[in-house]
Structure formats: structure tokens, C-alpha cells
């Protein structure tokens, strides 16, 4: 590396971590003790610590002197300790400015040591960290006021003697039971606070007696009824603990509990939402893979064969493109009712994806699945569907494969039909294709010529398009924000869509590469505009992306390169791959949040495991799941669904977007929520931002 390319590469590198909010901490160690060195500071580092904003060397015991006093002692024990291990230290400090304001810095250096071994210098980063510690603290402490409002607003308390009688309720307590406290008032808690099993209606050992007979805390079955004073059932959580003197001694034990039949009513709903498609009402692909499971169990154990049906609705795209999204919903609601009807007590009738049905025929050879098959290809190919002025004919291509003591796995099985069904298609649609081995490796091949080199051509030589798709603020903030989406030119100029060619970049691992380049792309349109510009840009990330421990450093370089400031640029990311990849996508998250970059959780409400997961990730809007948007008039579970999304989304500070609102009605509806933008047809279309 030349004199010139070492210049450059010395400037990027401090351009990466000047963007990034640090500067270089590089102290030296003078015959083994850090406070008799000095550290060299660069202009932004001296910044950091109050002193003017230029390039200078401080002696290491000023510095320490602008520490904190709280902090001082800690700080110089860890470097000295890491000097004296020869090793590394990760220290967080307060310093004091000249004005009296307190700032919280982190520094990560490592022990370097001369020709002797002597340790002479330590080298690392030091970071501007107060805007981080201000607000988890702030977080912290909102957390803590909504614990406490809630313990004391909303649960019932219930206090009793060493030997379970009731001392005193509070007014939740009394209103949940129908108990007043004087009429409470020594009564076995047994009696004022009587516990069954909701599924049989037999009484539960009571968790206060249990407290009491092992003397620490205790919580109640998950399937608990409170019966009331006045006979009414309510679904209850239960804790109780005990209550000691200060020497242990136990006067008693409290009871805790609240009602929980609204919870657990809407945690009956979920579980159905976890194993069905909310638009059919058919399995999901989760739950079929189970019911495919459990067949080659049956299969391996007991000899018994099976067959998997893979349908894929031909000319289903043209529905939707010639009558909207609505149309092409009530299609497959129409038509699964129709096929469900058709289905034998054995097998199971799934919807694996937008416009793809699964069929497991239980214990049924190949010849009678065959059979089948060709009855449900006809019963399609015979249905017209109607919708206002347009009558449309559709087709199924089906793949099929046999499950036998052979197959190998599930995901084979599944992999198995898809290829064969690809090869239906291929074929001419509207027909069957049995599986055989011999298929997968055509398929494939053929995949590959098709997508693949198109795919690498377009990314060398700007083959791709970008539009935008605005989303509108519906609470008057006024912040201009669009989602970039990513389309294919064809060679006749045409737009292709995504959803025909991200499917071969998922199989074939070249999704990171897309990524870069929508982001390489946004950046350099952002860097030549001279137009006025939304605010922010929303840009998908990929799971494999956020797995790529490369793509922080390039997001950085396209940054600088381009001068866009991180703030404008918000990523989005799926609420599963998020959840696939937790600890990558922490770590990518807490990074580029440092830049100022913001995070949106996309698909919320899909992973039905979302609000766990919330307080782990630091995002900043949550973009609910458009299959609970699409007919929010009508159904009134999803309106509820949705509404709990965005009371969570404002106790915790986090801003709820609606997509798919694809007319006024939904529009009105999602307003009157409160939800704080809209996405869809309603508040706008896309536009081609680029290419």
C-alpha cells in the first residue's frame, strides 16, 4: 500500500469512527502506571471531556481529575488492572465539564507493550454514551411507574394470619370477590377466595395455604377460577408470599390475584392464530408442517404411507391485479370453503403462503392421491369467480409427493412437492406432477438459469429500480417518511416484482447482496438530490443480512461516502427474522441506533410471541401485520388485536404504522384507534425514485 492509499485508508477509518460518534483514546503507561502517562487526544475527544476542540496532549492526572469523583477511583483501578494484566479494559465514567454538566463516556482499549514485554501504551475507542444512559434511565424508570400504577390500581391484595385467616382486602379485592372486609374479616381465605380448575370445576390446593406450609412465595395453576361471592366465574392469576418480621419470624402470607378472563379468552383466540391463517381460517404453514410430522412418524413406525399435495392457484396474480387486494381475499376465502368441503376426515387443508394450499392425505397410496388430486384440480379449473364487472377462471397446478418410511425429513417432503409443483407450472399449468427424484435436480437447474444469472447481471450493471411508497402521519407530526421497494427491468424496459424473484434470492443466499444494494443505491440518490426529500427512508434488511458482520462497516462507508446523515434512514426488519436472528440483530440494532439510524419491526403481531420480545429490541416504530389491517372494519377481534398493539406501542414510546390501508373505511378506522401513520393506496401510491 502506497503513501497516497495509506492517507486514504487513515481518513476513511477516522471518518468511520468520527460518524459512528467516537475518537481514539491512546494513553501511554510510564513504568507501569497509568496516572504517570499521558493521552493524546483528537479534537472530538477533547470535546468529550470539556476541553477546547482541537487536536492536544493532556497529562493522564488532569484527566483524572475531570472524573467524576464517584467514578474516579473505579475507573483508574480497572486500567491499571489491565496494564498490569497486559490486557484489555472496558470502562464506563462520568466527567464533569467546566460548566458543572455531567456526561457519561465508555472507552474499550487494549494494553500495548514494547520490545520487552513492559507495557507502554494503551490503544482503543472512547464514546460519548449520555443520550444512551438518559434513556434507559428514563425507560427505566417508566417501566417502574407502570409496574407500581398497576400493582396498586388494578390487582386485587388480600392479607391473612399464620394460619390462613383474612385480615384485609383492598377495594379491587373486595370488588373482585364480592366480599367486603368486614364480612371477610377472619374467614378461612379458602372461603372468601375459593379456587377451581376451570376445566373440571374441582378445587385447587390453595397457593396461601401452600405459602404458609413452605413458607416462601408461591404462584396458582394457569388454569384457575375464582368463584365469587354472588356465584360468578372469573378467570384469575394468582401469587401469594409471605409476610415476615425482620428477624424471618411469619406473621402471615399475602395474596395477590387479578382477573384475567379477558387475557385468557384473547390467549384462546391466539393460540388459534398460531396455528391458523386468519384471512381461511385453514392451517398455517406451521401447523401443517406439525400434521407432516407427525404422518412420517407414522410412516417410519408403522409402515403407513401418505401423500403431500403442493397447489399453487394459477392466474391468481391477475385477480388481484385487476380488482385489488380484497378481491383476491374473498378468492381464497371462497375457495377454501369449496375445497375444505372435499377434504376426507384424515386429511388436513393448509394455506402455506399468499396464493399456495398444502393438502396431507393421510393414509392414502399414490394411486388414490392421484385421484384426489385430479378432483381438486377439476373442482378449480370449473370454478369462475365473480367480482363486480370482472368474471375470472383460475387453475391449480399441483405437485405431488408420497410419504413413506423412505422419506427422510419434513422439510424434504415439503421441498419435494414445491419442486413439483414448480414443474406443473413449468409444464403448462393447470395440471399434476407427481415427484420423482429426478425432478429436484431439474427443477433446481432450471431455477438457477432463470433467476440467478438475471439476478448478478442486475446487480452488476444497475439492472434493478427503486420506488417509494409513502407512509402518512396521521397525528399531524408532519414527518415526511417513505418505504423503499426494491423491482427488476426486464430487457423490454418492464418492472418485475419482487415477489417473483426474492424467493430464488432467499434459496440461493443472494439476498445480502440485494440489501447492499438497495442501501448503496438509497445512499447515492440521497447524496445527488437536490429536490425537497421525505425526512426518512424505510429500507428492508433481510434476516441473512442482519447475520452479515460485514454490513455495519459498509452502511458506515456508504454513509461518509455519500454524506447522508444516519437519521434519515429507518431499516426495516421482519418481527420473525428478528426473532430467528435475536442476538445478531441486537447487536446490528444497538450499533447503527449509536449512528442515530432508526428501526421499524415489521409484520407486527404475526409471531404471536411479539410483546416478549418488545423491551429486547430497540425499535422505533412497529408496523402491524396487514392481515390484521385489511378488514379491521369488519372484524371486530382483529380491531381489538390491533388496538391492544398500539396501547403497548405508546406505554413504551414506540409509534404504530398500519399497512395495507387500502380505502377510506380502513383509513377511518385506524385514525379513530389513534394508530400514528398509514400506509396503502388510501394515503398514497409509489412512485419510482430511482432507475
Same mark, same amino acid.
Given at each position: 500500500?502506497? &503513501?497516497?492509499? #495509506?492517507?486514504?485508508? !487513515?481518513?476513511?477509518?477516522?471518518?468511520? $469512527?468520527?460518524?459512528?460518534?467516537?475518537?481514539?483514546?491512546?494513553?501511554?503507561?510510564?513504568?507501569?502506571?497509568?496516572?504517570?502517562?499521558?493521552?493524546?487526544?483528537?479534537?472530538?475527544?477533547?470535546?468529550?471531556?470539556?476541553?477546547?476542540?482541537?487536536?492536544?496532549?493532556?497529562?493522564?492526572?488532569?484527566?483524572?481529575?475531570?472524573?467524576?469523583?464517584?467514578?474516579?477511583?473505579?475507573?483508574?483501578?480497572? #486500567?491499571?488492572?489491565?496494564?498490569?494484566?497486559?490486557?484489555?479494559?472496558?470502562?464506563?465514567?462520568?466527567?464533569?465539564?467546566?460548566?458543572?454538566?455531567?456526561?457519561?463516556?465508555?472507552?474499550?482499549?487494549? *494494553?500495548?507493550?514494547?520490545?520487552?514485554?513492559?507495557?507502554?501504551?494503551?490503544?482503543?475507542?472512547?464514546?460519548?454514551?449520555?443520550?444512551?444512559?438518559?434513556?434507559?434511565?428514563?425507560?427505566?424508570?417508566?417501566?417502574?411507574?407502570?409496574?407500581?400504577?398497576?400493582?396498586?390500581?388494578?390487582?386485587?391484595?388480600?392479607? /391473612?394470619?399464620?394460619?390462613?385467616?383474612?385480615?384485609?382486602?383492598?377495594?379491587?379485592?373486595?370488588?373482585? /370477590?364480592?366480599? /367486603?372486609?368486614?364480612?371477610?374479616?377472619?374467614?378461612?381465605?379458602?372461603?372468601?377466595?375459593?379456587?377451581?380448575?376451570?376445566?373440571?370445576?374441582?378445587?385447587? !390446593?390453595?397457593?396461601?395455604?401452600?405459602?404458609?406450609?413452605?413458607?416462601?412465595?408461591?404462584?396458582?395453576?394457569?388454569?384457575?377460577?375464582?368463584?365469587? %361471592?354472588?356465584?360468578?366465574?372469573?378467570?384469575?392469576?394468582?401469587?401469594?408470599?409471605?409476610?415476615?418480621?425482620?428477624?424471618?419470624?411469619?406473621?402471615?402470607?399475602?395474596?395477590?390475584?387479578?382477573?384475567?378472563?379477558?387475557?385468557?379468552?384473547?390467549?384462546?383466540?391466539?393460540?388459534?392464530?398460531?396455528?391458523?391463517?386468519?384471512?381461511?381460517?385453514?392451517?398455517?404453514?406451521?401447523?401443517? !408442517?406439525?400434521?407432516?410430522?407427525?404422518?412420517?412418524?407414522?410412516?417410519?413406525?408403522?409402515?403407513?404411507?401418505?401423500?403431500?399435495?403442493?397447489?399453487?392457484?394459477?392466474?391468481?396474480?391477475?385477480?388481484?391485479?385487476?380488482?385489488?387486494?380484497?378481491?383476491?381475499?374473498?378468492?381464497?376465502?371462497?375457495?377454501?370453503?369449496?375445497?375444505?368441503?372435499?377434504?376426507?376426515?384424515?386429511?388436513?387443508?393448509?394455506?402455506?403462503?399468499?396464493? &399456495?394450499?398444502?393438502?396431507?392425505?393421510?393414509?392414502?397410496?399414490?394411486?388414490?392421491?392421484?385421484?384426489?388430486?385430479?378432483?381438486?384440480?377439476?373442482?378449480?379449473?370449473?370454478? %369462475?369467480? *365473480?367480482?363486480?364487472?370482472?368474471?375470472?377462471?383460475?387453475?391449480?397446478?399441483?405437485?405431488?409427493?408420497?410419504?413413506?418410511?423412505?422419506?427422510?425429513?419434513?422439510?424434504?417432503?415439503?421441498?419435494?412437492?414445491?419442486?413439483?409443483?414448480?414443474?406443473?407450472?413449468? !409444464?403448462?399449468?393447470?395440471?399434476?406432477?407427481?415427484?420423482?427424484?429426478?425432478?429436484?435436480?431439474?427443477?433446481?437447474?432450471?431455477?438457477?438459469?432463470?433467476? *440467478?444469472?438475471?439476478?448478478?447481471?442486475?446487480?452488476?450493471?444497475?439492472?434493478?429500480?427503486?420506488?417509494?411508497?409513502?407512509?402518512?402521519?396521521?397525528?399531524?407530526?408532519?414527518?415526511?417518511?417513505? &418505504? $423503499?421497494?426494491?423491482?427488476?427491468?426486464?430487457?423490454?424496459?418492464?418492472? @418485475?416484482?419482487?415477489?417473483?424473484?426474492?424467493?430464488?434470492?432467499?434459496?440461493?443466499?443472494?439476498?445480502?447482496?440485494?440489501?447492499?444494494?438497495?442501501?448503496?443505491?438509497?445512499?447515492?440518490?440521497?447524496?445527488?438530490?437536490?429536490?425537497?426529500?421525505?425526512?426518512?427512508?424505510?429500507?428492508?434488511?433481510?434476516?441473512?443480512?442482519?447475520?452479515?458482520?460485514?454490513?455495519?462497516?459498509?452502511?458506515?462507508?456508504?454513509?461518509?461516502?455519500?454524506?447522508?446523515?444516519?437519521?434519515?434512514?429507518?431499516?426495516?426488519? /421482519?418481527?420473525?427474522?428478528?426473532?430467528?436472528?435475536?442476538?445478531?440483530?441486537?447487536?446490528?440494532?444497538?450499533?447503527?441506533?449509536?449512528?442515530?439510524?432508526?428501526?421499524?419491526?415489521?409484520?407486527?403481531?404475526?409471531?404471536?410471541?411479539?410483546?416478549?420480545?418488545?423491551?429486547?429490541?430497540?425499535?422505533?416504530?412497529?408496523?402491524?401485520?396487514?392481515?390484521?389491517?385489511?378488514?379491521?372494519?369488519?372484524?371486530?377481534?382483529?380491531?381489538?388485536?390491533? &388496538?391492544? @398493539?398500539?396501547?403497548?406501542?405508546? +406505554?413504551?414510546?414506540?409509534?404504530?404504522?398500519?399497512?395495507? +390501508?387500502?380505502?377510506?373505511?380502513?383509513?377511518?378506522?385506524?385514525?379513530?384507534?389513534?394508530?400514528?401513520?398509514?400506509?396503502?393506496?388510501?394515503?398514497?401510491?409509489?412512485?419510482?425514485?430511482?432507475?
Amino acid at each position: 500500500m502506497d &503513501e497516497h492509499e #495509506m492517507d486514504e485508508h !487513515e481518513m476513511r477509518s477516522h471518518l468511520a $469512527i468520527e460518524a459512528a460518534g467516537m475518537a481514539v483514546w491512546d494513553a501511554t503507561v510510564v513504568n507501569g502506571e497509568v496516572v504517570a502517562g499521558t493521552i493524546r487526544w483528537s479534537a472530538r475527544g477533547a470535546a468529550m471531556v470539556g476541553l477546547p476542540a482541537r487536536d492536544t496532549t493532556q497529562p493522564f492526572a488532569q484527566f483524572l481529575a475531570l472524573v467524576h469523583e464517584a467514578d474516579r477511583d473505579a475507573t483508574l483501578r480497572t #486500567m491499571q488492572d489491565a496494564v498490569d494484566a497486559a490486557g484489555e479494559y472496558h470502562v464506563g465514567y462520568r466527567v464533569r465539564l467546566a460548566d458543572g454538566a455531567v456526561r457519561w463516556l465508555r472507552a474499550e482499549a487494549r *494494553v500495548l507493550c514494547d520490545a520487552q514485554g513492559r507495557p507502554d501504551r494503551t490503544l482503543g475507542l472512547v464514546r460519548d454514551i449520555t443520550a444512551v444512559v438518559e434513556k434507559d434511565r428514563l425507560a427505566a424508570e417508566r417501566d417502574r411507574m407502570a409496574e407500581v400504577t398497576l400493582d396498586c390500581i388494578g390487582d386485587g391484595v388480600i392479607t /391473612t394470619d399464620r394460619h390462613g385467616a383474612t385480615r384485609y382486602l383492598n377495594r379491587a379485592a373486595e370488588r373482585l /370477590t364480592g366480599w /367486603t372486609r368486614e364480612a371477610a374479616a377472619g374467614r378461612d381465605i379458602g372461603q372468601v377466595l375459593p379456587l377451581v380448575d376451570e376445566a373440571d370445576g374441582r378445587p385447587l !390446593e390453595h397457593s396461601v395455604y401452600k405459602c404458609l406450609l413452605k413458607r416462601e412465595a408461591v404462584g396458582l395453576s394457569a388454569r384457575a377460577m375464582l368463584i365469587t %361471592r354472588d356465584g360468578r366465574r372469573l378467570a384469575v392469576e394468582d401469587t401469594a408470599a409471605p409476610i415476615r418480621l425482620g428477624d424471618g419470624e411469619m406473621l402471615g402470607a399475602v395474596a395477590v390475584f387479578r382477573d384475567v378472563t379477558h387475557q385468557r379468552a384473547l390467549s384462546s383466540q391466539l393460540s388459534w392464530h398460531a396455528t391458523h391463517d386468519v384471512l381461511t381460517g385453514l392451517c398455517n404453514r406451521r401447523e401443517f !408442517e406439525h400434521h407432516v410430522a407427525h404422518a412420517l412418524h407414522a410412516s417410519k413406525q408403522d409402515g403407513y404411507t401418505h401423500a403431500l399435495l403442493y397447489i399453487d392457484l394459477d392466474r391468481f396474480k391477475l385477480v388481484n391485479d385487476a380488482a385489488g387486494h380484497a378481491a383476491g381475499d374473498a378468492l381464497l376465502q371462497i375457495l377454501s370453503n369449496l375445497l375444505q368441503d372435499k377434504m376426507r376426515e384424515s386429511d388436513v387443508l393448509a394455506r402455506l403462503g399468499g396464493d &399456495e394450499l398444502g393438502v396431507l392425505l393421510g393414509y392414502c397410496q399414490l394411486d388414490q392421491a392421484r385421484l384426489i388430486a385430479e378432483e381438486i384440480r377439476q373442482l378449480v379449473k370449473d370454478f %369462475r369467480f *365473480v367480482w363486480d364487472e370482472h368474471s375470472f377462471e383460475i387453475g391449480a397446478s399441483i405437485g405431488m409427493v408420497e410419504i413413506s418410511a423412505d422419506t427422510k425429513s419434513v422439510s424434504d417432503v415439503l421441498i419435494a412437492a414445491d419442486e413439483a409443483c414448480y414443474l406443473a407450472k413449468d !409444464e403448462g399449468r393447470n395440471r399434476i406432477h407427481v415427484y420423482s427424484e429426478s425432478d429436484a435436480t431439474l427443477a433446481r437447474r432450471h431455477s438457477e438459469m432463470m433467476w *440467478v444469472p438475471r439476478l448478478n447481471e442486475a446487480i452488476a450493471h444497475d439492472g434493478f429500480a427503486l420506488y417509494a411508497m409513502p407512509i402518512a402521519g396521521l397525528r399531524g407530526n408532519g414527518l415526511a417518511h417513505e &418505504e $423503499i421497494l426494491l423491482r427488476l427491468k426486464d430487457e423490454a424496459g418492464d418492472v @418485475i416484482r419482487p415477489d417473483r424473484f426474492i424467493p430464488a434470492a432467499e434459496r440461493y443466499h443472494m439476498m445480502p447482496m440485494l440489501d447492499r444494494w438497495v442501501i448503496g443505491a438509497l445512499c447515492r440518490h440521497i447524496g445527488a438530490a437536490t429536490d425537497a426529500a421525505p425526512a426518512m427512508y424505510s429500507v428492508n434488511l433481510s434476516g441473512p443480512s442482519m447475520n452479515d458482520d460485514t454490513l455495519h462497516q459498509f452502511i458506515i462507508d456508504q454513509f461518509v461516502d455519500n454524506n447522508v446523515d444516519p437519521a434519515r434512514i429507518c431499516f426495516e426488519i /421482519t418481527e420473525t427474522a428478528a426473532i430467528r436472528n435475536l442476538p445478531k440483530a441486537q447487536d446490528l440494532m444497538s450499533r447503527l441506533k449509536l449512528l442515530g439510524c432508526r428501526f421499524s419491526l415489521d409484520d407486527f403481531g404475526s409471531g404471536l410471541s411479539s410483546f416478549g420480545y418488545l423491551k429486547s429490541l430497540p425499535v422505533d416504530f412497529l408496523k402491524i401485520d396487514g392481515s390484521f389491517i385489511r378488514d379491521i372494519a369488519r372484524n371486530p377481534v382483529h380491531r381489538a388485536m390491533v &388496538e391492544a @398493539i398500539h396501547k403497548v406501542g405508546q +406505554v413504551i414510546g414506540i409509534q404504530t404504522i398500519a399497512e395495507f +390501508v387500502e380505502d377510506t373505511t380502513t383509513l377511518d378506522v385506524v385514525n379513530n384507534i389513534g394508530i400514528d401513520y398509514a400506509q396503502g393506496y388510501a394515503v398514497g401510491r409509489e412512485r419510482v425514485l430511482h432507475g
